[in-house]
């Protein structure tokens, strides 16, 4: 069991020296801020995803409207439908 812990994560003593270097380079006072900032940048990016996603559905449905079966035209209808296609 505790040779999966890795998968999940940084814990234990590696999370205490990402924090120590974390304030050695960022100081005590700005770190709060750059996590305020980090997750208001992912908010952005989710939300700008989610936008995409829902365009590209719509695009996806809209191509996907089924065709009209042209063994049912008359032969009118079938050149008239040719030359719309053309």
Do not use: C
């Given at each position: 069991?505790?040779?999966?812990?890795p998968?999940?994560?940084p814990?234990?003593?590696e999370?205490?020296?990402?924090?120590?270097?974390?304030v050695?380079?960022?100081?005590?006072?700005k770190?709060?801020?750059?996590?305020?900032?980090?997750?208001?940048?992912?908010?952005?990016f989710k939300?700008?995803?989610?936008?995409?996603?829902k365009?590209?559905?719509?695009?996806a449905?809209t191509e996907a409207d089924?065709?009209?079966?042209?063994?049912?035209?008359?032969?009118?209808?079938?050149?008239?439908?040719?030359?719309s296609?053309?």
């Amino acid at each position: 069991m505790s040779g999966l812990l890795p998968l999940f994560g940084p814990v234990g003593p590696e999370m205490l020296i990402i924090l120590l270097v974390l304030v050695l380079l960022f100081g005590a006072n700005k770190i709060p801020k750059l996590a305020r900032s980090t997750g208001e940048a992912m908010g952005e990016f989710k939300k700008g995803r989610e936008e995409i996603e829902k365009e590209l559905n719509e695009a996806a449905d809209t191509e996907a409207d089924p065709v009209e079966d042209v063994s049912e035209l008359d032969d009118e209808e079938l050149e008239t439908e040719r030359e719309s296609t053309n």
